[in-house]
């Protein structure tokens, strides 16, 4: 049985037989660039796929329309856009928000006949979205700060568990290796040629999310994501040494 629902200004159709939801229809505006993601990120399976970057759209407009602040349609774009160079970092070791990148972007949203002022807003958004400056934060601009949370929120709780492992899957990482390091004072740096195993990564980074989340909206919805992963770590480690209850 299918059942059709509006949430916000997006069309979803759910299936109450498998409950799944998924999209139907997106905003007209947002459709071109939707569009060439999905186009380049069809075949992705390392946690960053067409499906991710929807779901930060959805975590950005939501965030956008609590705080009240922000360019509605750039936060979109760039929610939408952010991951696009995953593969090609893959492939290439380079950094999906360098330089090089943000060229490959520019390059799509011309193609599309995006304005030249949004391009200029979107690439800085996305050249500074995977920095995390947390022992000496910089002023960020609202649409920055947004995404960040957008992303950061995709990146934690079930969704975030399951996306964990996707990237350590498609990354040849080992799953966790007993007596490793998971004491990480240092920020965290985005390397793509410098990789911890799976659970490390949740020490390193994910578990320092919810307490650096920029907006108060990020804050609410990071408490409840934060919960599930710290209630995962702890089974794992019950059954992984065991440990039986």
Excluded at 73 to 87: E, M, N, Q, T
Excluded at 186 to 191: A, G, I, L, Q
Excluded at 236 to 241: D, G, L, V
């Amino acid at each position: 049985m299918k059942l059709s629902l509006i949430y916000r200004d997006f069309f979803f159709i759910t299936d109450t037989s498998s409950n799944l939801l998924y999209f139907e229809y997106m905003e007209e505006i947002f459709r071109p660039v939707a569009d060439k993601v999905k186009s380049v990120l069809e075949f992705e399976s390392s946690g960053h796929d067409y499906y991710h970057a929807e779901r930060v759209l959805n975590n950005a407009l939501h965030i956008q329309e609590k705080e009240a602040a922000g360019d509605r349609y750039v936060i979109g774009i760039s929610a939408l856009i952010h991951d696009v160079c995953r593969p090609w970092e893959k492939e290439t070791g380079k950094s999906h928000f360098g330089d090089e990148a943000l060229e490959r972007i520019r390059h799509m949203l011309v193609e599309i006949g995006e304005k030249e002022e949004v391009i200029t807003s979107v690439l800085e958004v996305v050249r500074l979205h995977d920095m995390y400056e947390w022992n000496n934060p910089q002023e960020k601009s609202i649409e920055l700060q947004i995404i960040q949370d957008a992303d950061n929120l995709d990146a934690i709780g079930a969704l975030g568990i399951g996306r964990t492992f996707a990237f350590g899957g498609a990354h040849g990482l080992d799953m966790y290796i007993p007596g490793e390091n998971h004491h990480f004072d240092t920020e965290f740096v985005e390397d793509p040629n410098h990789r911890t195993s799976t659970i490390a990564h949740f020490y390193e980074k994910l578990l320092k999310l919810r307490e650096n989340m920029n907006t108060q909206t990020g804050k609410k919805l990071g408490d409840i994501r934060h919960n599930r992963m710290t209630t995962f770590l702890d089974d794992f480690f019950q059954e992984w040494n065991g440990l039986y209850k």
